[in-house]
């Protein structure tokens, strides 16, 4: 929809050209979220597209994101096939809208407005993720796990920006799995359970979204038992931790996190448990 | 607002665009006159705004216009070459891939691009594949099925049957013409009523109120009249103080008078405090934040059983029914909603009863003490939102000579006429009401809700205004399905005959009472009028409280009472160890009897009666035997799955039965051509179409040959409008009178000139023709005379008018069935198999009907399983966006089956009956019923949403969810012993 209230729109071609961070600035990556819902609080637009931060790159340190790289690239672009972590990285893309905003929306964007429901933290967490973050002071790396601090919460400050995300090369060869559950078949999820799992080592990582404010993750050495999988999941998110609104309760959210989380690991376990 | 200068080409043109800084690719496309890029949801939900930039499709209204800057944008107008239309636009013309079309351009620039995807392309199954990738396009009237089919023409060439060539002749009526603006939808021309605007226009924003219920003690609109480009605030103070409703219902209105242009309280979150006219919305959205309004907060209540107080104890509900309580001390001093003296046709303003219904027959103590056993459920059904993809929308201007016209997007042109012609003390004569295209309406605009102040602002400034919706606005301040309570109670003998029935309704009207009473009436009558019982009591009432009125939607409060009905006959069934099929068979209204519950003649009608093949159709779609236990289905690894199948039975009349009037002009014109006046609506349904096809076959021509001039005031005669089920049966047979009419005068004025006994000639396409070939035509020996001929020698228009209003309406009757699954982990119920029979008496174009029926299973989906209002503590809509209020996609309906079971009507025109409503009401009863026999729980709550199942599953062996119900099972067991 269209944003009455902007007066000015600024489009940087390097991130010194910008004046000092203001009230009523935003950011304005794809604009799949600015542009749905009024924002009266906005003035000035601050278009990242001409910093050509749009990067999808494999670089010895992993994959990395651009800020502005948008989701259809995800879905697009060729990986090598033992690259497990792609999976959920396009489930993600797919979880999150239809083929028309994935053309628009970016992946640092959806991250950066950190709701509850957000289709990539969880995926960020899975895969060990980071973030680098610019700020008037300098750059720095943020731990996916660190980075989202509530619902449209995250430990970036007014003038920050996510440059980039790397996911770290080690984790790109773990198999994932990317369960959601939703009141309709699609929307807002009420429980997202990203598991990924290393096969050599047995090792799992599940980054759990919709349920609490804030994704939260889960590591496991081995594979679990189930009985680990219930008190570890407890342990991450008690239940007063737990969305209570009007799409779906606590109690719902946990338990669905609790049967995705089953569904998800199903496949690592091996013959004998499937 | 600061201004900014764009350069891009718009379908191959270089434009320069100059707009706002913060404009969508949207808006800027609309300053480019690109108008069949329709605004539907602006947030990036529907796809109704589909372009592609740099051949990229993106959703418009989210993409900022500045990144279009050097880009070529696409639009829908840039699809076709000349004359030349695409494959994709070919494949829904010839797919018929849209009922009112407003999805249409955004579906075809989306299914173009999708077809190219490798997912979809080389998809083992391209139909799974094109449902699952348009979840970013919203239908509300196909059901998906037609556009489905389309894009799998256009993109994969499926062909399906050759659809008839539109001049074909012979028999016009039974064939799927094609609806005749076809080709302007799939070429997104500005047919819609916002597509065009006078020069000039002002537009109006209103205030809304931010509480539930208080009084204005203050208001200064000082600040916003001085605000640049603002020309006019209204208030309370600035308008003449006359009750009306907003229903559109004619004369006598039997609803409650209880609005006012704007008033001096507000009565819920979203009601109008103030309007603003400026020279632009953003201005005049500006003002409306510069309007200081002093409130006076009163308490407020959002449950209709609460709002009663002591009046709710004869409903019979529990004490712990109520959702809210009041507390303990205003238990005394209900919030009251209209303690305004000048309202009037309130039934109990004292307990915010805004109407009553009661209704009886037989002896119901008698019928308890006959039964052998006694069945007693509390329903609950939400509030839910039409979602017309076209937004309520006027624009109101003078003519030269002080003519009021209203170009507004209602179902009601003519009571819309009569209405704003009392409230601004004009003639009827000087008000102008038409409608140009609808994108859709299903109800809500069967309410005056734009028209009134958009006319005023006129009449005030002089200048033409437009008043547009946004979705926010439609989703919270128009109007909802009736919320309801509903307590059902059974008494049946061991052989299955119902000895008794009692049913008590408490509906939400929320704010005002626009509908409420009539909607209680068919909440009652036509569940408990279905079945043969000689018993029945009915008691409904339309209450007041501080939410979103409630108002007109498809099916008209029958579709909540069939909800309460059908689930309760299948829990008979299961009693009675009985098929639920059975049961109704023996149950069922006979074709002998009549609808006589609390009426002594008769206002409905069986005329036609394909009750009992409707039943054994969807039986054996269905593949259903007696006794079929649910079955398990083979993935259960990745959770544990319960499929079962499930049936309900629905009714609705066909139009209103003596009220509802419609009048039809039909003329030669001089060019050789008919001409057809009809007053009607057509909401995208295709009626348009339909009316001309009853012409056709009188006048043994093709409805090429029809023009047809519809639903404007001053053009065309009287007709009540489009709702309950009437423009087929009603307007359609005052076509049909009108139509023998003129074929009976062209034949006799021929008469004179060919000196042929009138019984030997007939029309025939644009001729008279001699039954016996004698004329010596040279290239036809029975051509007598062409009708242009004709025309022009009798100097000019040959014309007649016919009237119809319907001594009774005709029932139709919609058998539904359905098979799901349902994850027992999770609560997630699928729809697998639809298959839906409706008795429809005769369809006159069997595709439209079609149509019309998958579109309301689809609208009766999302009722069931995930359509609600959800409103927090201020009675405030949380979800009015359509990512949080969930319509089905395409991927949540199953390839569904109608079956027409056509038996001519003998009141309907040619046969036909109403179809309309009928479609929506038997989904709900039917997916709980399959959700029962798929676990053996049963719920009473709408919408089945994954929790709510999850949580039937969950207490599944304290019998069932709610705790009412659990308390009647006592009851019911005590009684059976």
Redesign the interface.
Same mark, same amino acid.
């Given at each position: 929809?269209?944003?009455?209230?902007?007066?000015?729109?600024l489009?940087p071609t390097r991130l010194d050209e910008l004046p000092p961070w203001q009230p009523g600035m935003a950011w304005?990556a794809g604009?799949?979220w600015l542009?749905?819902?009024p924002q009266p609080q906005?003035k000035t637009?601050v278009?990242l597209?001409r910093l050509g931060w749009d990067e999808l790159a494999v670089t010895e340190a992993g994959l990395v994101i651009g800020a502005t790289c948008v989701m259809s690239r995800l879905v697009e672009a060729e990986f090598p096939e033992q690259w497990g972590a792609i999976a959920a990285l396009r489930r993600g893309v797919h979880a999150l809208?239809?083929?028309?905003?994935q053309?628009?929306a970016t992946v640092v964007g959806n991250l950066c407005l950190a709701l509850p429901a957000g289709t990539f933290a969880p995926v960020m967490m899975a895969l060990g993720a980071r973030y680098e973050v610019l700020s008037p002071g300098g750059a720095a790396w943020i731990e996916a796990v660190d980075f989202q601090t509530g619902a449209r919460r995250t430990i970036l400050q007014p003038g920050d920006v996510v440059r980039r995300v790397l996911i770290p090369r080690e984790f790109l060869t773990w198999q994932t799995t990317y369960q959601r559950?939703?009141? @309709? #078949?699609?929307?807002?999820a009420?429980a997202i359970v990203v598991t990924a799992y290393n096969p050599m080592t047995q090792q799992v990582r599940v980054g759990i979204g919709a349920v609490s404010p804030a994704p939260k993750l889960l590591t496991f050495a081995g594979m679990p038992t189930a009985e680990e999988v219930a008190i570890a999941l407890n342990t991450a998110i008690p239940l007063e931790d737990c969305i209570e609104d009007?799409? @779906? #309760?606590a109690t719902?959210r946990r338990?669905?996190a609790r049967?995705l989380l089953g569904?998800s690991l199903?496949p690592f376990y091996g013959p004998t448990r499937? | 607002?600061?201004e900014?200068t764009l350069h891009f080409q718009v379908n191959g043109q270089e434009q320069q665009i100059c707009c706002?800084?913060?404009?969508?690719l949207l808006?800027a496309l609309h300053q480019q006159g690109c108008m069949g890029v329709h605004r539907v949801c602006?947030?990036?939900?529907c796809?109704s705004c589909?372009v592609w930039v740099n051949d990229?499709?993106?959703?418009s209204?989210?993409?900022?216009a500045?990144?279009a800057e050097g880009t070529a944008v696409t639009t829908i107008e840039g699809l076709a070459q000349g004359a030349s239309l695409t494959p994709m636009q070919r494949a829904f013309l010839e797919k018929q891939g849209f009922q009112c079309g407003y999805c249409t351009p955004g579906m075809i620039m989306?299914a173009t691009?999708?077809v190219e995807?490798p997912e979809v392309v080389q998809a083992e199954d391209p139909d799974a594949a094109i449902r699952n990738?348009?979840?970013?396009?919203l239908c509300r009237c196909t059901g998906y099925q037609a556009i489905a089919e389309s894009i799998l023409a256009g993109g994969f060439g499926f062909q399906a049957e050759v659809s008839p060539g539109l001049a074909e002749s012979g028999c016009q009526v039974g064939r799927s013409i094609p609806k005749q603006d076809g080709p302007a939808i799939v070429t997104g021309q500005p047919i819609y009523t916002a597509d065009w605007v006078p020069a000039g226009t002002l537009h109006l924003k209103v205030l809304r109120s931010p509480h539930a219920h208080a009084l204005i003690r203050r208001i200064d609109t000082t600040k916003a009249q001085t605000l640049p480009g603002v020309h006019v605030v209204l208030t309370h103070a600035d308008v003449p103080r006359i009750p009306y409703t907003t229903a559109g219902h004619g004369e006598p209105v039997p609803d409650p008078h209880d609005h006012y242009l704007l008033d001096n309280k507000v009565r819920f979150v979203g009601d109008r405090v103030a309007a603003v006219v400026a020279d632009s919305?953003?201005i005049a959205?500006?003002a409306c934040g510069l309007i200081e309004v002093d409130y006076e907060v009163l308490p407020h209540v959002l449950d209709p059983l609460a709002a009663m107080g002591d009046r709710a104890v004869d409903l019979g509900f529990p004490p712990d029914a109520a959702s809210t309580k009041l507390s303990s001390d205003s238990s005394t001093r209900l919030p009251l909603l209209h303690d305004e003296p000048d309202s009037f046709q309130i039934h109990d303003a004292q307990h915010n009863i805004a109407g009553e219904v009661r209704l009886e027959k037989g002896n119901l103590e008698r019928g308890w003490a006959e039964a052998d056993f006694t069945l007693e459920r509390i329903y609950q059904v939400p509030a839910v939102q039409h979602f017309h993809l076209e937004p309520h929308v006027s624009t109101s201007w003078l003519e030269a000579d002080g003519t009021l016209v209203v170009r507004s997007a209602t179902q009601v042109p003519f009571h819309c006429q009569r209405v704003l012609a009392q409230l601004f003390d004009l003639p009827k004569e000087k008000v102008r009401v038409f409608k140009t295209h609808l994108g859709g309406g299903f109800g809500n605009k069967q309410e005056i809700l734009t028209e009134d102040l958009c006319a005023l602002a006129t009449l005030k400034t002089g200048r033409p205004v437009q008043w547009q919706f946004?979705r926010w606005e439609e989703m919270t301040a128009t109007n909802s399905r009736h919320a309801a309570k509903i307590r059902l109670k059974v008494g049946v003998k061991r052989d299955g005959t119902l000895t008794a029935m009692e049913m008590a309704v408490a509906a939400n009207t929320g704010a005002y009472g626009n509908h409420g009473t009539q909607v209680v009436f068919l909440t009652g009558s036509m569940p408990l009028g279905l079945y043969r019982c000689e018993n029945q009591r009915y008691l409904g009432r339309s209450v007041y409280t501080n939410t979103m009125p409630g108002g007109a939607f498809r099916g008209y409060g029958a579709t909540q009472g069939f909800f309460a009905m059908e689930c309760l006959m299948d829990e008979v069934a299961i009693a009675l160890q009985l098929d639920p099929l059975e049961l109704r068979r023996r149950q069922l209204i006979q074709p002998s009897a009549g609808l006589l519950l609390g009426a002594d003649h008769h206002f409905h009608l069986i005329g036609s009666y394909g009750l009992q093949e409707a039943l054994d159709q969807v039986q054996q779609r269905l593949q259903h035997t007696p006794a079929m236990p649910p079955s398990r289905t083979g993935q259960d690894?990745?959770?544990q799955t319960r499929r079962g199948i499930g049936f309900a039975v629905a009714m609705q009349g066909s139009g209103l039965a003596k009220i509802h009037e419609a009048r039809v002009r039909l003329a030669l014109q001089p060019n050789g051509r008919y001409l057809m006046r009809t007053g009607s609506v057509d909401l995208g349904t295709g009626s348009d179409t339909t009316l001309r096809q009853i012409a056709a076959e009188v006048l043994h021509t093709t409805i090429d040959q029809i023009d047809i001039i519809t639903a404007d005031t001053k053009e065309t005669p009287f007709d009540a409008g489009a709702y309950a089920s009437a423009t087929t049966y009603i307007t359609g047979q005052a076509v049909l009178l009108a139509a023998q009419d003129l074929r009976s005068h062209l034949l006799n004025r021929a008469v004179e000139m060919v000196n042929i006994p009138v019984e030997q000639m007939d029309l025939q396409g644009d001729c008279i023709v001699s039954k016996n070939e004698v004329s010596e035509h040279e290239n036809d020996p029975s051509l007598l005379i062409t009708l242009e001929t004709l025309a022009h020698q009798q100097n000019g228009v040959i014309e007649v008018e016919r009237h119809y209003a319907a001594d009774a309406s005709t029932l139709t009757f919609a058998v539904q069935g359905v098979e799901v699954e349902v994850d027992l982990?999770?609560g997630?119920v699928s729809v697998l198999k639809a298959v839906q029979a409706v008795d429809i008496g005769k369809a006159i174009n069997p595709r439209i009907c079609e149509g019309q029926i998958i579109g309301g299973m689809a609208m009766g989906l999302g009722y069931a399983?995930?359509e609600e209002l959800?409103l927090?503590e201020q009675g405030q809509t949380?979800?009015p966006?359509p990512?949080?209020y969930?319509l089905?996609?395409a991927?949540?309906m199953p390839k569904v089956e109608v079956v027409l079971v056509e038996r001519g009507d003998p009141y309907g025109p040619l046969g036909a009956k109403g179809v309309g409503e009928v479609s929506v009401n038997g989904m709900a009863p039917a997916i709980a019923n399959a959700v029962a026999h798929a676990t053996g729980v049963r719920l009473y709550q709408l919408p089945m949403?994954?929790?709510r199942v999850?949580?039937a599953l969950r207490s599944r062996h304290s019998s069932d969810s709610s705790a009412c119900n659990r308390g009647l099972e006592n009851a019911d067991l005590e009684n059976d012993a």
């Open positions: 929809m269209d944003l009455h209230t902007v007066e000015t729109l489009r304005l604009g799949t542009f749905t819902e906005v637009l278009d597209q809208a239809s083929f028309k905003v053309n628009v559950i939703c009141v @309709a #078949s699609a929307g807002l009420l009007d799409q @779906a #309760s719902y338990e669905m049967v569904r199903a499937s | 607002m600061n900014q706002a800084v913060g404009a969508s808006s602006d947030s990036g939900d796809g589909t990229v499709a993106v959703h209204c989210i993409f900022p500045f990144r989306s691009k999708l995807r990738w348009m979840d970013g396009n919305v953003a959205e500006q946004t690894s990745v959770g982990e999770t997630k399983l995930t959800r927090n949380l979800n966006t990512r949080t969930r089905p996609l991927k949540d949403t994954p929790e999850w949580a």
